[in-house]
């Protein structure tokens, strides 16, 4: 399945652009994408312990499932006021 994950902030950065597209197998883990996310974005190895996935708006485990037709965000933790 193809899904398209958005980037933000210094993911987006990283990455040097605020989205990609990549070709999963049903039943992937969020571990598993963001290997493939990694592998396709070599500098997001930097902040890879840090990123956080949300999934159709909702924060996800590194072992939740990717779904068909999934809304994909990562972005690395934020803090200020």
Same mark, same amino acid.
């Given at each position: 399945?193809n ?5 933000? $902030? %210094?993911a987006r950065?990283? $990455?040097?652009? /605020?989205q990609t597209?990549? *070709?999963?197998?049903e039943?992937? /883990?969020?571990?598993?994408?963001l290997a493939?996310?990694?592998? &396709?974005?070599p500098?997001? *190895?930097q902040? %890879?312990?840090n990123?956080?996935? $949300?999934?159709?708006? &909702?924060?996800?485990s590194s072992? /939740?499932l990717? !779904?068909?037709? $999934?809304?994909?965000a990562?972005? !690395?933790p934020?803090?200020?006021g």
């Amino acid at each position: 399945m193809n899904v398209t994950i958005k980037l933000f $902030a %210094q993911a987006r950065d990283l $990455a040097g652009t /605020s989205q990609t597209n990549l *070709s999963l197998n049903e039943g992937e /883990s969020v571990k598993q994408m963001l290997a493939s996310l990694i592998d &396709e974005h070599p500098a997001l *190895s930097q902040i %890879q312990g840090n990123l956080l996935v $949300a999934v159709n708006n &909702e924060y996800v485990s590194s072992n /939740s499932l990717i !779904p068909t037709n $999934a809304e994909i965000a990562c972005f !690395p933790p934020v803090s200020g006021g």
